[in-house]
């Protein structure tokens, strides 16, 4: 009984850590420059990793000789 009131307790507090960690990764005006860029982007789902992409695509170094909508589709695809 002990472990699964423990297990419950850690879950509720990784919960919002979760939750504050992925808003840090893309900000509401990341969210609107990817959309200006990809307007048939779909954000509503996005993994922890693909947020990572996606903010290395945005701030990242000019790796792809600047194209981002392409990087973009290809993190989402």
Known sequence: MKRLAL?????ATLTPAFAA???????????AEI???VPSADLSA???????ALALALHGT?????????????ILN
Do not use: F, H, P, W
Not at 46 to 52: F, N, R
Not at 62 to 74: C, F
């Open 7 to 11: 297990a419950a307790l850690v879950a």
């Open 21 to 31: 960690q992925t808003s840090q990764l893309l900000s509401a005006s990341d969210l």
């Open 35 to 37: 959309q200006r860029i």
């Open 46 to 52: 996005l993994t922890l990793a693909q947020m990572g």
């Open 62 to 74: 000019d790796r792809g000789g600047g194209n981002k909508g392409g990087e973009i589709r290809a």
